[in-house]
């Protein structure tokens, strides 16, 4: 009863996404009714996906394997619309007020699809959502009104709707050719009333170059899209200086920081998407109570708690915020050796860094204003 009446608290207050794949965050139930369709079919044997799918622990290596597969079985138009719909709908369900979704663009001749068509069908799905008003529209600079909304305001009896912002960030696979990395950045310019805000490199982090993707990289810039990286995933000191050099938006993870790249980290205040239960469960940090999150959080560097993929690795954003708080809420918290003082993760704290990611988005002022305001109401509703 107490612990169910502790989750609700943590599901209550209002959260910011900025780390979420799509198709890492399709519902497990959905991903097992589709790949049993796919089995009847013929076109998969069913056991064999339903043990890579239901298995806990993976390593990083076999997580890739694993999204090979959801791959076969989610890269269809309607399937993506599907997905994307129930995504969106399990974030705000948990009171995610922002949401920033990435995905990358997929290509597949033998069914008609090309990248455009790939992002038109999640586009889509953002309009399907029925069970909460969807904001995805970039402000008129003019006027501060969204220029292409999709957003209802009130239900038929007049209430107000629950409401969630989200921006879509298109995500470049390492395993592409600087063209194709090239193409999805064009795309992402032509996407921009679509709530298209910025792009992401992910994908196995110990194929591609980092040259590659450069070009791309300065370009999307240039054109004023945000940029996360995927960095520190894998020992890879020569990248890790030149992702942090490069000066992204924000990046994700930071695993293998050597005490220089944390110094060229800290010194450019880059904020750190944190994504514990995924680190835990690629064995890229060994466990929690070691995790950087701990001295990055006592140096007040930026930071935002995310899930990376909620359906692979069966969490939530509320989930990660009980991790945090019930790892590193006591005073102190063994890291690197030795026990430090943390300054203590209660629920207030746990608020605060909440809020503290609206300064982190890739949407516009307008939007954080809101979101500021959707946070001031709930602090005083819980006398915070
Ligand atoms: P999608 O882009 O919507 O297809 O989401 C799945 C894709 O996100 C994977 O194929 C990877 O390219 C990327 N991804 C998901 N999780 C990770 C991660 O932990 N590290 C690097 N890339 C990831
Ligand atoms: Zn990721």
């Given at each position: 009863m107490e612990k169910q009446r502790d989750m609700d608290w943590w599901v209550s207050i209002p959260k910011v996404e900025l780390h979420a794949h799509l198709n890492g965050s399709i519902r497990g139930s959905t991903l097992l009714e589709l790949a049993r369709g796919l089995g009847e079919k013929g076109t998969i044997v069913f056991s064999d996906v339903e043990h890579a799918i239901l298995k806990d622990d993976r390593s990083l290596q076999e997580v890739f394997k694993l999204f090979d597969l959801i791959h076969i079985v989610t890269t269809d138009h309607k399937i993506l619309t599907r997905i994307t719909q129930e995504v969106v709908e399990d974030f705000a369900a948990e009171n995610v007020v922002y949401l920033e979704l990435r995905t990358t663009p997929k290509r597949n001749d033998l069914i008609g699809m090309s990248k455009r068509s790939y992002m038109e069908a999640v586009v889509k799905g953002l309009r399907a959502v029925a069970t909460v008003e969807v904001d995805l529209a970039p402000r008129d600079l003019g006027t501060g009104n969204p220029v292409n909304s999709c957003a209802i305001t009130d239900l038929c009896d007049g209430t107000a709707r629950k409401k969630i912002y989200v921006r879509l960030l298109l995500s470049i696979d390492r395993r592409e050719t600087t063209a194709s990395a090239m193409e999805t950045?064009?795309?992402?310019?032509?996407?921009?009333?679509?709530?298209v805000a910025g792009i992401d490199l992910s994908g196995n982090?110990?194929?591609g170059e980092w040259a590659t993707f450069l070009p791309a990289l300065k370009f999307a810039r240039e054109q004023g899209l945000s940029i996360t990286l995927h960095c520190g995933e894998v020992p890879n000191p020569v990248e890790?200086?030149?992702?942090?050099d490069f000066l992204p938006g924000r990046i994700g993870h930071a695993c293998f920081f050597g005490e220089e790249e944390w110094r060229k980290l800290k010194s450019c205040k880059i904020p750190v998407e944190i994504c514990l239960t995924s680190n835990i469960r690629t064995e890229t940090i060994s466990s929690v109570d070691v995790h950087h999150f701990v001295d990055?959080?006592?140096?007040?560097?930026?930071?935002?708690l995310c899930t990376d993929d909620s359906g692979v690795f069966s969490t939530s954003l509320s989930g990660e915020y009980i991790l945090a708080s019930s790892a590193f809420g006591r005073s102190y918290a063994f890291y690197e050796y030795e026990y430090r003082l943390l300054n203590g993760l209660g629920r207030s704290e746990m608020f605060r860094l909440a809020r503290k990611a609206i300064e982190f988005i890739f949407a516009d002022d307008a939007v954080k204003r809101e979101l500021g305001e959707i946070f001031e109401s709930a602090a005083r509703k819980l006398d915070l």
């Open positions: 950045v064009e795309l992402a310019l032509e996407m921009r009333d679509l709530g982090p110990i194929v890790i200086n030149a992702m942090l990055l959080y006592n140096a007040e560097h930026p930071t935002v």
